[in-house]
C-alpha cells in the first residue's frame, strides 16, 4: 500500500513517512537483524507494558501484533468468543512468525488478553515470560502496588538478560521514551490546524514503526519528519473533508482509515493504543523511576478497563473538542466488550457537545470493506446534511 495521494490537494508522499512504513513491513526481518547484533528481544502485548523497564535491560521491545491472515492455528486452541486481535497475534506466533523473541510480557488488562499469554506459553514456550497485574483504578494505594509489580518485572529481567537495571539506567529510558511523547504530542499538535500536515493514515504508519524499533532511532526518524513538514509549510487542503476522530479497539491496518478518508473524511485526532493512547502522558523524570512509571502508566489516556469511566468520557470528549472535529467513528472489534460496554456512556457524552457518532463492529481483518464504505458515507452525508 502506498501513501500519496490519498487527500487532495496535498503532496503527501514524505520519505520520512515512507521509511516508518517499511519499517513496519519488514519488521520480521529487522527484528532478527538487531538479534544478530546481540540484542536480546521481548515481546509485548498491550500499552500498559511499560518498555522503558525493557529498554533499561538493554533488550529490545517489540509490540506483538498480529497479520493479515485467517487463523486457523489459532482457531484450534482458543474459545470460539475470542477477538479476532487475539486470534491475530496467536497466529503469527503459532506460525513460527516471532521464533526471534526472548521472551514474553503481558498484562491483565482483560480476559482475551490473559487467555491468549496462557495459550501462547502452552505452546511457545519461551525463555522468559510474564504477566503483570495492572490495577483498575488510579489512587496512591494502586500506584504503590503497580511499582511492586514494576519491582517485580525489574528483578525478572535483571536476572534473565544478566544486566543490572540501575536507576540511571531507568533514567536514560525513561529521558528516550519521553522524548518519543515529546514529539508525537508536537505532530498531534500540527493535526490540530485547519490544514494537518499529515493524514491519519500516515499518523498511523508513523506509529506502528516505533512500537517496533529502537526507541533512540526512532526519534531521529521523528524529528526528520517534523523537519520535513516545516520545510513543505502547506497542510492538507480539507476541501470540505469531515475532520475525524476514530475511537475504539485495536486497530493496526492503515487501510481501515484509509477507507474513511478516500470516503469523504479527515481523520485529525483517536483514541487508540496505536495512536495517541500509546504516547499521551508524560512520565517525571524527577520522581523515583519505578513509581513514576506506575503512576503514567495508570494516569495516561484511559482505556476503557479503567474506573471511573466517566473520565475516559471526559477524555475523549476534550478531544473531540480540541480538535475540532465534526464527528466520531467508533469502531470495535467483534467480542471487544471492553470498547463495546463503554459505547452508549461515549456516545452521550460526544452527542451532548454535539458530536455524532458512527459505531463499526468489525473483525481485525481488514475486510467487507464495501459494507463498510457504504455506511461511512452515510455517516457522512448525514452530518453534512445536518449543517444545511
Known amino acids: 500500500m502506498t501513501t500519496t495521494n490519498t487527500i487532495k490537494g496535498a503532496d503527501v508522499s514524505m520519505t520520512t513517512i515512507k521509511k516508518f512504513e517499511d519499517t513496519f513491513t519488514q519488521r520480521d526481518m529487522l527484528a532478527r537483524k538487531w538479534k544478530q547484533e546481540g540484542r536480546a528481544l521481548m515481546g509485548w502485548v498491550c500499552t500498559y507494558v511499560p518498555e522503558e523497564i525493557i529498554y533499561a535491560a538493554g533488550a529490545l521491545p517489540i509490540r506483538v501484533l498480529g497479520g493479515a491472515q485467517e487463523t486457523p492455528l489459532a482457531d484450534a486452541t482458543l474459545y470460539s468468543n475470542a477477538c479476532s486481535f487475539i486470534r491475530n497475534c496467536l497466529e503469527m506466533g503459532l506460525d513460527k512468525r516471532y521464533d526471534s523473541l526472548d521472551g514474553l510480557v503481558s498484562v491483565n488488562t482483560c480476559d482475551h488478553i490473559r487467555r491468549f499469554f496462557d495459550v501462547w506459553t502452552y505452546h511457545i514456550p519461551m525463555p522468559f515470560k510474564i504477566i503483570l497485574s495492572v490495577p483498575t483504578k488510579v489512587t496512591e494505594n494502586t500506584i504503590r502496588f503497580f511499582t511492586q509489580e514494576l519491582s517485580r518485572f525489574r528483578h525478572s529481567l535483571e536476572e534473565f538478560t544478566g544486566n543490572r537495571?540501575?536507576?540511571?539506567?531507568?533514567?536514560?529510558?525513561?529521558?528516550?521514551?519521553?522524548?518519543?511523547?515529546?514529539?508525537?504530542?508536537?505532530?498531534?499538535?500540527?493535526?490540530?490546524?485547519?490544514?494537518?500536515?499529515?493524514?491519519?493514515?500516515?499518523?498511523?504508519?508513523?506509529?506502528?514503526?516505533?512500537?517496533?524499533?529502537?526507541?533512540?532511532?526512532?526519534?531521529?526518524?521523528?524529528?526528520?519528519?517534523?523537519?520535513?513538514?516545516?520545510?513543505?509549510?502547506?497542510?492538507?487542503?480539507?476541501?470540505?473533508?469531515?475532520?475525524?476522530?476514530?475511537?475504539?479497539?485495536?486497530?493496526?491496518?492503515?487501510?481501515?482509515?484509509?477507507?474513511?478518508?478516500?470516503?469523504?473524511?479527515?481523520?485529525?485526532?483517536d483514541d487508540l493504543c496505536n495512536g495517541a493512547r500509546y504516547f499521551w502522558g508524560m512520565v517525571d523524570p524527577e520522581e523515583e523511576p519505578l513509581n513514576a512509571l506506575a503512576r503514567r502508566y495508570l494516569s495516561r489516556f484511559p482505556c476503557p478497563r479503567m474506573h471511573p469511566l466517566e473520565s475516559r468520557v471526559q477524555y475523549i470528549v476534550q478531544m473531540a473538542q480540541d480538535f475540532a472535529v465534526d464527528g466520531v467513528i467508533y469502531e470495535v472489534i467483534k467480542f471487544c466488550d471492553l470498547h463495546a460496554n463503554t459505547y452508549p456512556l461515549i456516545k452521550k457524552g460526544l452527542q451532548e457537545v454535539g458530536v455524532p457518532v458512527l459505531k463499526l463492529e468489525r473483525e481485525y481483518l481488514f475486510s467487507a470493506t464495501g459494507q463498510l464504505k457504504t455506511r461511512i458515507q452515510a455517516f457522512f452525508e448525514n452530518i453534512s446534511s445536518a449543517r444545511i
Open 165 to 269: 537495571i540501575t536507576i540511571d539506567s531507568l533514567r536514560s529510558a525513561i529521558g528516550t521514551y519521553n522524548r518519543t511523547r515529546i514529539l508525537l504530542g508536537k505532530l498531534y499538535e500540527k493535526k490540530k490546524s485547519l490544514n494537518p500536515p499529515l493524514t491519519g493514515t500516515q499518523t498511523l504508519h508513523t506509529i506502528l514503526a516505533g512500537m517496533v524499533m529502537p526507541k533512540d532511532q526512532y526519534n531521529v526518524l521523528l524529528e526528520e519528519l517534523l523537519q520535513e513538514i516545516e520545510t513543505k509549510g502547506s497542510g492538507i487542503s480539507q476541501d470540505g473533508k469531515l475532520r475525524l476522530m476514530v475511537c475504539g479497539s485495536e486497530l493496526e491496518h492503515p487501510e481501515f482509515l484509509e477507507l474513511i478518508e478516500q470516503s469523504g473524511g479527515l481523520v485529525v485526532a
